[in-house]
């Protein structure tokens, strides 16, 4: 997290995407589902898409998801980055 600054809506919709739930002590639902890293690729996307949307209106209702996306890095290591297209306000 960044020492200023962190009150943006993608700066709050980068640091819940970046969270593992179960992080926050109080709070273990905010954050990404990490069961989600062990299921198949085929099925995997769909729930990842699911929770993107989920964890962001839920969260940080000032960003709405419009487009989410799976960035491949390294297939054999199992390495990838989650791109959410967002709207914010309105």
Request: glycine letters at 12%.
């Amino acid at each position: 997290m960044r020492a200023q600054g962190n009150g943006g809506a993608q700066v709050c919709a980068y640091n819940l995407l970046s969270t593992i739930r179960g992080e926050v002590p109080f709070d273990r639902l905010r954050g990404m589902d990490g069961a989600i890293t062990d299921a198949p690729m085929t099925t995997a996307f769909g729930k990842i898409a699911e929770d993107v949307t989920w964890v962001l209106k839920y969260y940080e209702p000032r960003a709405n998801t419009e487009d989410t996306s799976l960035l491949i890095e390294d297939v054999a290591k199992g390495r990838f980055r989650i791109a959410a297209a967002l709207q914010v306000g309105g």
